[in-house]
C-alpha cells in the first residue's frame, strides 16, 4: 500500500491497487494528507474486527474533492473521512448530511450506501467524549472558554457545547467577527430555564487580555482549537499569567504531547490533556457509524502510539 494516493489512482482504482489484500475500502481525504494518523488507528482496528478492508491517505485539493466523492461507489468504498481543507466544502457534494452535521456546518466522515453518500461530523462528539475520559466531567456541567471558536474545529466544538447545553461558553477568536457571528447563531441554545448569576452563559469575546482574564475567573474548562501550538516554535497561545490552578485546560492538538499552553497549565498545577483522544474518538464514532458496531478502542489507542 503506498502512503499516499491520488485522484490519478482513485480514477483507475482496481489497477492502481492491483494485488492489495485486503483490499483498500476506507481513506482520509486532504490536503495535504501525509501527515494523518487515521491510517495508524483505523487498520489495526479492521484487522482485529476481521473486516476485510483497509484505510488509505488520498491526497485531494480543493478543485478536486466533487470528482473524487462520486468515484467512491465505484472504486467499491465503504466511506471516507475527510480533513483540512475539505471539511466545509464537502457537504455540497453529499446526497444527505446528517443533521448533527448540519447544525455544525462541517462534516468528517462521509459513508457510501449504494450510490448514495450520506455525511456525519464526528469531531464534536469526540470531543465530548475526550473530555469526559480525560477530566471524568461532561462537558454539559461546565464553563467552557473555546479559543479558536471561528476556525473549523473551534466551530464544531462550541456547537456541540450549545447542543450539550454547558453552563457557560466563551467565544474566543483572532478574528472576532467570527466569534461574534457564531455567538448569534448560538443564542437559541442559551435561552433555556438554566440561570448564571449576573454573567451572560454566552459571550463572544475580543482576544484582548483583560477581557480573557475576565473570563477566564468564569471559566471550568478552556479548549484550544486554534492551529497555534502545532509548529515548535509557536509561542503559548495564552499568556502564563491569565492560567490558574483551578483550570482544566484541553489542548486540540496532538502532534505535540505538550504544547508550550499545556506546559505553562501543568506547571502552575492545572489539569491538562492534548487532542490525541479527541482524535482516538472522532475515529471511533467514524467506525461504529461506517460498521454499525463498536469500535476496538484499545487497538486504536495503541495504533496512534
Ligand atoms: P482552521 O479552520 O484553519 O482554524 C484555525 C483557527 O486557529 C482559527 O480560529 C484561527 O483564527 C486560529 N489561529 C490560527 N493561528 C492563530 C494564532 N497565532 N493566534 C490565535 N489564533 C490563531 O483549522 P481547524 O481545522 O479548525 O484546526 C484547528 C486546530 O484543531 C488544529 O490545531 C488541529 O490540529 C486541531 N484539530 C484537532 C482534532 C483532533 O481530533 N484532535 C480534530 C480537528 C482539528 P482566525 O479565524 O483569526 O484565522
Keep these: 500500500m ?7 489512482d482513485l480514477r483507475h482504482w482496481d489497477t492502481a491497487t492491483a494485488g492489495e489484500v485486503p483490499p ?8 495535504p494528507a501525509a501527515h494523518s494518523r487515521s491510517p495508524q488507528m483505523h487498520n489495526p482496528a479492521l484487522e482485529a474486527c476481521g473486516i476485510p478492508a483497509r484505510y488509505c491517505r488520498l491526497h485531494i485539493r480543493p478543485e478536486e474533492l ?3 466523492l462520486r468515484l467512491l461507489p465505484r472504486a467499491g468504498f465503504l466511506g471516507t473521512n475527510v480533513t483540512i481543507p475539505h471539511k466545509t466544502a464537502v457537504m455540497e457534494h453529499l446526497d444527505r448530511v446528517d443533521e448533527h452535521a448540519r447544525k455544525i456546518g462541517a462534516l468528517n466522515t462521509v459513508v ?11 469531531d464534536g462528539p469526540g470531543l465530548l467524549r475526550a473530555i469526559r475520559a480525560e477530566f471524568s466531567v461532561d462537558l454539559r456541567d461546565l464553563r467552557v472558554l473555546v479559543l479558536g471558536a471561528g476556525g473549523g474545529a473551534g466551530r464544531a466544538i462550541a456547537v456541540q457545547c450549545a447542543l450539550e447545553n ?5 467565544l474566543v477568536n483572532r478574528t472576532f467577527d467570527k466569534a461574534r457571528q457564531l455567538a448569534v447563531e448560538l443564542e437559541p441554545y442559551f435561552k433555556g430555564p438554566r440561570v448564571f448569576g449576573p454573567v451572560p452563559r454566552l459571550e463572544a469575546v475580543p482576544w484582548e487580555e483583560a477581557d480573557l482574564a475576565l473570563q477566564i475567573a468564569n471559566t471550568d474548562l478552556i ?9 515548535r516554535t509557536d509561542p503559548s497561545v495564552l499568556p502564563p499569567s491569565l492560567l490558574q490552578a483551578n483550570l482544566m485546560v484541553y489542548d486540540t492538538i496532538y502532534t505535540a504531547q505538550r504544547t508550550p499552553l499545556l506546559e505553562n ?3 502552575i498545577g492545572a489539569r491538562v490533556a492534548n487532542g490525541r483522544s ?7 464514532l467514524a467506525f461504529e457509524i461506517w460498521f454499525n458496531r463498536p469500535a476496538p478502542l484499545e487497538v486504536m489507542r495503541a495504533g496512534l502510539g
Design 223 to 231: 479548549i484550544n482549537a486554534t492551529s497555534c501550538g502545532m509548529k
Design 66 to 68: 466533487g470528482e473524487a
Design 265 to 267: 497549565a501543568e506547571a
Design 24 to 31: 483498500i475500502r476506507l481513506a482520509v481525504f486532504g490536503d
Design 112 to 122: 457510501v450506501e449504494g450510490e448514495c453518500l450520506i455525511g456525519f461530523n464526528t
Design 278 to 284: 479527541m482524535l482516538l474518538y472522532q475515529g471511533a
Design 166 to 170: 454547558c453552563v457557560r461558553l466563551a
Design 2 to 8: 503506498k502512503d499516499v494516493y491520488t485522484l490519478e
